[in-house]
């Protein structure tokens, strides 16, 4: 039979990496969390952890323990709850990876809120064009531009969201006016790089205009979008962004306006953890509030 002790050791030494820290959550001594992690190895006839300079790392054994623990701790908590009445502080790291215009502009300015009620919950955000791997890993929660197509994975749609072409009053001031779409041409427009883009979702330029002339690419959005407010070109925004901007103005915004989609995926392991399941709340939480913005 598993001691739960031993288990909950495990968890924690996962998540903090060391035994210090480990021992400072659980309030006992380094060596009682050694032990219990000596025995737990014992009694699966598995090696959990890689030990390495102070750091415990995860074992490919150790990774497909920790799922299974982590469900055994929810439901613990699960219980608690139920017949304390009394709301158990989580702990614990839950990595979420989305783009960066919805990162920057959307997610962050709710943290206060969501750290009012999980004080103890580490959130660490990646907010970029990278696609990163649920099956392996890499993330707890990832908020994509597209539905998964295969996998162990469960998804939603959570809003659209409107992206239109902008310069700055500046740039007009040397350029002249758009006032239809053949005036595109000779234009200077500012994009991703393409090579450090892993969403198809975000090719709109090329998939929107033909024969156009990039004078400057990031894979940075708020590097373009400062770009665009210092005139050096125009660019396609997402308009929950560039519409605060009084020295930006949309071109052509009845003809070029597109639409693309935000979507959250988990592994279906994770779905039921207690620590993913708050911050997927406060996520879909978060995306319901603000889906007008998101809209317009």
Do not use: C
Not at 15 to 41: C, D, F, Q, V, Y
Not at 280 to 288: A, E, P, Y
């Amino acid at each position: 039979m598993f001691n739960w002790n031993d288990l909950e050791s495990f968890i924690i030494l996962s998540r903090s990496g060391k035994l210090n820290l480990a021992a400072k959550k659980l309030k006992i001594e380094p060596t009682t969390i050694s032990r219990r992690i000596l025995r737990l190895e014992e009694k699966l006839n598995v090696k959990l952890f890689y030990r390495s300079n102070n750091q415990y790392i995860l074992t490919d054994d150790g990774t497909r323990l920790i799922i299974f623990a982590e469900k055994i701790e929810s439901e613990i908590l699960s219980i608690n709850e139920e017949f304390t009445n009394k709301n158990v502080n989580l702990t614990g790291v839950v990595r979420i990876s989305l783009p960066e215009g919805l990162g920057i502009e959307i997610f962050t300015k709710y943290l206060k809120e969501f750290y009012k009620e999980h004080r103890d919950l580490e959130i660490e955000l990646l907010a970029d064009t990278k696609a990163r791997s649920l099956s392996n890993k890499e993330v707890d929660i990832s908020i994509t531009l597209s539905r998964p197509k295969r996998g162990k994975l469960v998804s939603w749609k959570l809003s659209d969201y409107v992206i239109q072409l902008y310069g700055s009053k500046e740039y007009f001031t040397k350029n002249k006016m758009i006032d239809n779409l053949e005036n595109l041409t000779g234009h200077k427009f500012i994009s991703y790089v393409d090579d450090l883009v892993d969403y198809p979702e975000l090719n709109y330029l090329h998939d929107s205009f033909n024969n156009i002339k990039i004078l400057f690419r990031s894979n940075n959005l708020q590097a373009q979008l400062n770009a665009v407010k210092e005139g050096i070109g125009i660019a396609l925004l997402h308009n929950f962004i560039a519409k605060k901007e009084k020295n930006l103005i949309p071109i052509l915004p009845k003809k070029i306006k597109i639409t693309r989609e935000y979507w959250i995926v988990i592994h279906e392991d994770l779905i039921n953890i207690k620590r993913i399941r708050v911050v997927v709340d406060f996520v879909s939480r978060v995306m319901k509030l603000e889906k007008n913005n998101l809209n317009i």
